[in-house]
């Protein structure tokens, strides 16, 4: 008999679009204001700490040489660009379901001449379009924590690689329901992004049910930790100028804020990192 995630992942074929796909993917709001201090903060093409080193610590082993790879949730495409510059990936496919990050993502690809390479796309959540098997690698960062529901969208990037193919990339994880853990939450919620964080347990079990093999899960919370916490002071000190002028002073107050409440949430152990591997069977 069907379980429930085949039964949901039915209804979305049949849907398609519209009221269901947000059983998927809550929407979110990254403003163009958002879009600009996260940039700032994390360095250019990317919404997530550690810019291209971190991406190569992710694939880290993985040969990409002439290699079809996915960047879903590619958002401002920082990792489309290195995967195809500097891995030399034979094609990279950026995803995602965001117009605005998606035209940010085509400037950094014109801007690096990496055109003949890279493609850019927008998706709808739900179902991925493209035929069953298509890709070497999935490179996944940051994008399952906008998440309501992890098989269906697990299902998906299954689907979508080779047999014997890999998923990689990093993702946040709850560590402990603590004080600090529930403020930065709903810090994020109160700015309109909806991050929807599970534990380790679940993460892991999510991948399990979803077929893939070969889980592996290594902590990155002490380096992103540390990165956060030089955040704070790149945010007092040398980033002080550029984010008032683009927030304001109040703006830049929050930022501020939400900057100190993320190293906080790191730092009492409420969240973590960690950079995770799986293959599909074959
Ligand atoms: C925190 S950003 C990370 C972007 C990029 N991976 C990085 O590390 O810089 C999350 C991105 O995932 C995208 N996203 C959220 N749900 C998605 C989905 N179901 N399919 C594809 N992209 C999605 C968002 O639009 C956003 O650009």
Same mark, same amino acid.
């Given at each position: 008999?069907?379980?429930?995630?085949?039964?949901?992942?039915?209804?979305?074929?049949?849907?398609?679009?519209?009221?269901?796909?947000?059983?998927?993917?809550?929407?979110?709001?990254?403003?163009?204001?958002?879009?600009?201090?996260?940039?700032?903060?994390?360095?250019?093409?990317?919404?997530?700490?550690?810019?291209?080193?971190?991406?190569?610590?992710?694939?880290?082993?993985?040969?990409?040489?002439?290699?079809?790879?996915?960047?879903l949730g590619c958002g401002l495409g920082g990792a489309s660009v290195?995967?195809?510059?500097?891995?030399?990936?034979?094609?990279?496919?950026?995803?995602?379901?965001?117009?605005?990050?998606?035209?940010?993502?085509?400037?950094?690809?014109?801007?690096?001449?990496?055109?003949?390479?890279?493609?850019?796309?927008?998706?709808?959540?739900?179902?991925?379009?493209?035929?069953?098997?298509?890709?070497?690698?999935?490179?996944?960062?940051?994008?399952?924590?906008?998440?309501?529901?992890?098989?269906?969208?697990?299902?998906?990037?299954?689907?979508?690689?080779?047999?014997?193919?890999?998923?990689?990339?990093?993702?946040?994880?709850?560590?402990?329901?603590?004080?600090?853990?529930?403020?930065?939450?709903?810090?994020?919620?109160?700015?309109?992004?909806?991050?929807?964080?599970?534990?380790?347990?679940?993460?892991?079990?999510?991948?399990?049910?979803? +077929?893939?093999?070969?889980?592996?899960?290594?902590?990155?919370?002490?380096?992103?930790?540390?990165?956060?916490?030089?955040?704070?002071?790149?945010?007092?000190?040398?980033?002080?100028?550029?984010?008032?002028?683009?927030?304001?002073?109040? +703006?830049?107050?929050?930022?501020?804020?939400?900057?100190?409440?993320?190293?906080?949430?790191?730092?009492?152990? +409420?969240?973590?990192?960690?950079?995770?591997?799986?293959?599909?069977?074959?």
């Amino acid at each position: 008999m069907a379980d429930e995630w085949t039964i949901l992942h039915l209804v979305i074929m049949i849907r398609g679009t519209g009221h269901f796909r947000n059983l998927v993917t809550m929407s979110n709001n990254y403003s163009a204001e958002n879009i600009a201090t996260m940039e700032l903060i994390y360095g250019e093409g990317y919404l997530s700490a550690g810019g291209d080193d971190e991406v190569a610590a992710i694939v880290d082993g993985v040969d990409l040489a002439g290699k079809s790879i996915l960047d879903l949730g590619c958002g401002l495409g920082g990792a489309s660009v290195t995967l195809a510059r500097d891995h030399r990936a034979g094609s990279v496919t950026g995803v995602d379901i965001d117009s605005q990050v998606l035209e940010r993502a085509a400037a950094l690809v014109r801007k690096y001449d990496l055109e003949s390479q890279v493609v850019l796309q927008k998706i709808e959540p739900g179902l991925l379009p493209f035929e069953k098997g298509t890709f070497d690698l999935v490179y996944l960062t940051a994008v399952t924590c906008h998440l309501l529901e992890l098989r269906p969208f697990l299902g998906e990037v299954k689907r979508v690689l080779k047999a014997g193919a890999v998923v990689a990339g990093c993702e946040w994880l709850k560590l402990e329901d603590n004080a600090s853990y529930r403020q930065w939450d709903r810090l994020l919620r109160e700015r309109g992004l909806n991050f929807h964080f599970v534990d380790r347990h679940e993460f892991v079990s999510a991948f399990e049910d979803s +077929g893939f093999e070969q889980f592996s899960l290594s902590d990155r919370t002490g380096f992103i930790h540390q990165l956060s916490q030089s955040a704070v002071n790149r945010v007092q000190g040398e980033l002080k100028a550029k984010l008032t002028g683009i927030l304001g002073d109040e +703006g830049y107050e929050t930022c501020l804020d939400w900057t100190r409440t993320r190293a906080r949430a790191f730092a009492e152990g +409420g969240i973590g990192q960690g950079h995770f591997r799986a293959r599909t069977p074959g």
